[in-house]
């Protein structure tokens, strides 16, 4: 009997990217050790899209909802709360306000993030108690991953890219993250591969793609021009080992890459 596909989980995951220094950083947060998918990795923020991110009247709270479907909205809905959540960065403003709430206005909020964290208060309920209005066309599309049909666990993950607020204070959880930092693209890539860090398939070429970038300026440009192309990675057999396949089209600087022994 063959082995039934798992349906993949939509997911949304943020490219919070700042001007640092020494040039584009990107704000990367260390899995939880106990937790049971990406544990110890580095990763973005992000995660699942609960159900609670489709409620109808979340609509009343975005703005500009009528230029996304119910999927486009939900991402960028989950992208947002995943966001508050993990590193406290809340990409929403007063509905009496423009642009972004203050970091002061930010911190106020903090007690909620383990509370929706925990499932006790959802997005919705927080927006309307708190009178406030999200911004999903903050969030610039910048890679679509579907997890490769045979795996145990599959996520239908949608990655944006955004400019960190400049006053809000990024910051882990200390629950499904234990760590976190602003590293150069070059740096996670250099961790990866000395094996100091876990840096799984995809977040690796997505910071290879984000590396091309040397500014966030630039980096939100070439996320506006570039078509995301969806990649649904293809495991091929050769005679010198497993590798992954990639569409072409989808703008990384590889389509064929060997799987390192032991990882995925």
């Not at 992000?46 to 159900?51: A, H, I, L, Q, T």
């Not at 306000?97 to 206005?105: D, I, N, Y």
């Not at 989808?250 to 890459?257: E, M, V």
């Amino acid at each position: 009997m063959s082995k039934q596909h798992v349906t993949p989980v939509p997911a949304s995951t943020l490219m919070l990217v700042r001007d640092g220094d020494t040039g584009l950083e990107v704000f990367m947060v260390e899995r939880h050790h106990q937790i049971d998918f990406a544990t110890g990795a580095l990763v973005f923020p992000g995660g699942k899209v609960s159900k609670a991110d489709y409620e109808p009247g979340i609509r009343l709270r975005c703005e500009n909802a009528s230029h996304f479907n119910e999927l486009e909205l939900a991402v960028r809905v989950g992208g947002i709360r995943e966001a508050f959540e993990e590193c406290g960065v809340l990409l929403a403003h007063d509905a009496a306000g423009t642009g972004l709430v203050s970091a002061k206005r930010a911190l106020g909020l903090e007690h909620y993030r383990k509370k929706m964290v925990d499932g006790d208060v959802t997005m919705l309920e927080f927006l309307l108690k708190e009178d406030l209005i999200l911004l999903p066309e903050s969030l610039v599309p910048f890679a679509h991953w579907i997890t490769p049909p045979l795996a145990p666990k599959r996520f239908d993950t949608y990655f944006f890219i955004i400019e960190a607020p400049a006053d809000h204070i990024a910051l882990h959880d200390g629950h499904e993250s234990v760590d976190s930092e602003w590293l150069s693209p070059a740096r996670v890539v250099e961790e990866g591969d000395a094996g100091r860090r876990i840096v799984m398939f995809p977040t690796r070429l997505n910071i290879l793609k984000l590396g091309r970038s040397s500014t966030v300026a630039e980096a939100l440009a070439n996320a506006r021009a570039n078509r995301v192309v969806t990649v649904l990675p293809e495991m091929i057999k050769r005679e010198d080992g497993p590798y992954l396949k990639i569409p072409e089209e989808a703008g990384y600087d590889i389509s064929i890459y060997p799987v390192p022994a032991g990882r995925g």
